[in-house]
């Protein structure tokens, strides 16, 4: 659930906080969460070329260590999900793009389609983001935003849309 009161700066200098905040992205006036998923793309690029069994597990370790990464940082800052934690945007995305085919056309859908899983929240995204709280919380909206963003984009290819 997002804290809307006053959202206090992070420590970019601390390695935690720099994660938290996609290495500085989630620091942007506004829309942090899309400059987080921006970072994002150039992470999916440098491991799109892995095996799948090898991309699956980067990205477990990913989700496992944001788990970490989001709470301490929601906690060092006293605001749980501040605004500018986008370390689960960029593991949302990156289960977005599962298998998804080379393109330029392909990352950009995946973007388009995390993001707005992501903002609009749908059932049980919304239901999550209110009530699982903690680092956990942070981080299992936007991977079951990512799952909803993935197998959307697994239909339109199948489909032969795109």
């Known amino acids: ?9 992070p420590n970019l200098r601390n390695p935690v906080h720099l994660l938290a905040f996609g290495f500085g992205s989630g620091t942007m006036p506004f829309a942090p969460g899309t400059f987080g998923t921006l970072v994002a793309v150039p992470i999916y690029l440098l491991m799109a070329p892995l095996a799948l069994t090898a991309y699956l597990v980067a ?3 990913m989700f496992v ?25 960029i593991v949302g995305y990156l289960i977005t793009m599962i298998m998804a085919p080379a393109g330029w056309q392909w990352l950009l859908l995946g973007f388009v389609l995390f993001r707005l ?24 909206d936007d991977v079951v935003a990512g799952i909803f963003a993935l197998l959307v984009m697994q239909l339109i290819r199948i489909s032969g849309l795109l």
Request: hydrophobic fraction near 40%; aromatic fraction near 8%; proline fraction near 5%.
């Open 1 to 9: 659930m997002s804290d809307s009161t006053a959202n206090p700066a």
């Open 117 to 140: 899983f992501d903002i609009f929240k749908p059932w049980p995204i919304n239901s999550i983001d209110r009530k699982v709280g903690g680092g956990l919380g942070i981080m299992l």
């Open 65 to 89: 260590v944001g788990i970490w990464l989001c709470e301490r940082t929601s906690r060092d800052l006293g605001v749980h999900d501040h605004g500018g934690i986008v370390w689960d945007e």
């Open 59 to 61: 990205v477990s370790l």
